[in-house]
């Protein structure tokens, strides 16, 4: 993945690695729905981008509006519903559609039909709605073995593309925008590096001295505030 650097900064190129058990986190719990939600987006991701990092600052994402993909949805891409880029689909069941900003280049996964089995996704309904909780003390623990059963034997020893079948979209319908505010920490994204200022907080900042004139003539000109005009 690749992000902008800080709140108004520009891209950053050096990628970073986000792995299965970051996404725990972020959602709260280990899940069959966030598995496949992860093994859809990775097909995904392959397709659209090969080797390339999925740059989160350039993405919209279409998924459906579930607890579970909903999140890698978000974590995975960087779409966010208050700013217009993470839109709604419940017709897309365990799938993503993205488009990418800058070009206008849209792709689609979905789930293998029948992949995943019909009896877990009836109970997942069930337990969900009127049952007797004296029956869903005990159904629950019955329930979570079945899916974590389907995940370790069907879906892990599987690449995400067997299941999982990506392709490019020549024109992609959104949904509405639940909301679509300014988003600023990805303004800048394409700003060059300095050639002249730097930051004291920038990782790649090699151990030689920074060229104090220069440095201290930029520090002067943000010190004087944005309507001093150009230095």
Known sequence: MIDTRSAQGRLEQRAKTVTIADLVLFHGHACDGLIRGVWAMRALAD?????????????????KNSPCLGDVAAYLTGGRARYGTHRLDDTLGVGFQIQILSTGECYEVREQPGFFPQQITDWEAALLGALDDELKRELLPVHET????????ALLPTSPAEHYHARRLEHLELPPALAQARRTDTINRLVQPPAEAHSAYDPDLSAA???EPYDGRWRQRYQSGPAAGQP
Not at 53 to 58: K, L
């Open 47 to 63: 397709f659209a981008f090969g080797d390339r990092p999925i740059d989160r600052s350039d993405l919209l994402v279409v998924s």
């Open 146 to 153: 079945a899916q974590w059963d389907w995940v370790r034997e």
């Open 209 to 211: 001295s920074p060229n």
